[in-house]
């Protein structure tokens, strides 16, 4: 299979592009930074900076995870503006580009993420029909999903991964540990907020679960069956690196750090994998505890 991969150099893209090339894929990887694509995977993945013109590029499918890191920076009008156009523009761009190509791809997998459903408090279980409660963060993905959606006017099949915390060697995990491992962690605001989250196994599997599966198509979330809440996690990942984690974080200091998008982190939402589990997926990771183990221990 030739794959056409955008955000290949980012935690997911990274232990995408690796195990399809373990499986024998031929990747190529359109990115704003071809050498650090021709470094980090040693010449083994095609790097471009440009699509290419009309069927000059042929592939099987389409994997789209570009973006701008959602919680790196405070939400100003302008960073909110950034991360809006790193999505939909991005995703409007390879659109095009697919509709162009007279040898279209079979299936484009586009990235979004749980934030699709707005903060919800309640402990009520999300799933792929869930009502989102309005906000940026579910205006981002939706738009998002659409601009992705508009493939299957081509005759391609669409697949949206609503993500959640991804745990593993890299992404949100690692920004988390340092003040775990000097006994300064622990939880944020009230802890009672949910996180959802999956193991980065997890993910890359039902990502190409995904690629082979043609009766799949629409929202999948890409969450564990067993969110947890923050005190939850972290007290899991203190135990996990056999640090203590009872040092809370008050929602007035993420407010002052991150200002609106301090909601990624003082609020949350209960998500569940309902079409994952319908279609029988067996996840390797479905508790934290074990999850969290591999992610701090690879």
Not at 121 to 141: R, V
Not at 231 to 245: D, I, N, V, W
Request: a negative charge; hydrophobic letters at 40%.
């Amino acid at each position: 299979m030739k794959i056409l991969v955008t955000g290949g150099t980012g935690f997911i893209g990274k232990h995408l592009i690796e195990a399809r090339l373990e499986e024998g894929d031929e990747v190529v990887c359109w990115s704003r930074n071809p050498s650090k694509v021709t470094e980090l995977f040693q010449g083994r993945v095609e790097a471009l900076r440009d699509l290419p013109p009309q069927d000059e590029l042929i592939v099987d499918a389409v994997i789209n995870l570009a973006g701008e890191p959602i919680a790196d920076q405070r939400w100003t009008d302008e960073r909110k503006q950034l991360l809006h156009s790193s999505r939909i523009d991005l995703t409007f761009e390879l659109v095009e580009w697919i509709k162009a190509q007279k040898a279209k791809p079979k299936v484009l997998i586009s990235g979004s993420a749980i934030g699709f459903y707005g903060s919800h408090d309640g402990d009520s279980k999300l799933g792929e029909g869930s009502q989102p409660n309005s906000g940026f963060t579910h205006k981002l993905c939706a738009d998002w999903e659409a601009e992705a959606l508009k493939a299957e006017a081509f005759g391609v099949r669409v697949c949206l991964i609503r993500t959640g915390v991804v745990l593993g060697d890299g992404g949100a995990l690692s920004k988390m540990l340092l003040p775990f491992k000097l006994g300064l962690g622990g939880p944020i605001a009230s802890g009672k907020q949910w996180m959802s989250w999956i193991h980065i196994d997890d993910e890359i599997e039902i990502i190409s679960m995904l690629l082979t599966h043609d009766q799949l198509s629409g929202p999948f979330n890409l969450t564990s069956p067993n969110a947890a809440t923050n005190a939850e996690f972290s007290k899991t990942l203190g135990k996990a690196l056999g640090r203590p984690a009872f040092m809370p974080m008050p929602s007035f200091v993420i407010n002052l750090m991150l200002g609106e998008g301090a909601e990624l982190l003082v609020e949350g939402q209960r998500v569940y994998p309902e079409k994952l589990e319908e279609i029988g997926y067996k996840f390797h990771y479905p508790e934290l505890s074990g999850a969290m183990y591999s992610a701090v221990n690879f």
